[in-house]
């Protein structure tokens, strides 16, 4: 069983960075295009960020280019969000996902984690 788990997510102040991480395990870690998803009170989940099998590819959504980076470590089976400039509007709850068949985007993720809190004051 393929497990995800989310660490890293807490309250900072506008203009912070904060450093989210995803520990996989139960599966082939390697294979996996693995991406972040957050979800705001009273909206839809929405695509951040994802990065392919090998790390070679890596797409963003638009508003958090520049400024959010994926990265991954596939020897440690870890994924990485490094979130950069944080407005009031990255608050969220930040989910880590996996997808088998190397799907990057919103319609991405097999598996996914329970989530971790990330709140943007001003």
């Known amino acids: 069983q393929v497990q995800l788990a989310e660490s890293g997510g807490g309250l900072v102040q506008t203009g912070d960075s904060l450093r989210l991480s995803c520990a996989v395990s139960?599966?082939?870690?390697?294979?996996?295009?693995m991406g972040w998803f957050r979800q705001a009170p009273g909206s839809a989940r929405e695509f951040v960020c994802a990065?392919?099998?090998?790390?070679?590819?890596?797409h963003c959504t638009d508003s958090v280019k520049g400024r959010f980076a994926i990265s991954r470590d596939n020897s440690k089976n870890t994924v990485t969000l490094q979130m950069n400039n944080l407005i009031r509007e990255d608050s969220a709850v930040y989910y880590c996902v996996a997808d088998r068949r190397g799907a990057m985007g919103p319609v991405m993720g097999d598996y996914w984690g329970q989530g971790t809190q990330v709140t943007v004051s001003s």
């Open positions: 139960g599966g082939t870690f390697s294979m996996y295009a």
């Open positions: 990065i392919s099998w090998e790390g070679v590819d890596r």
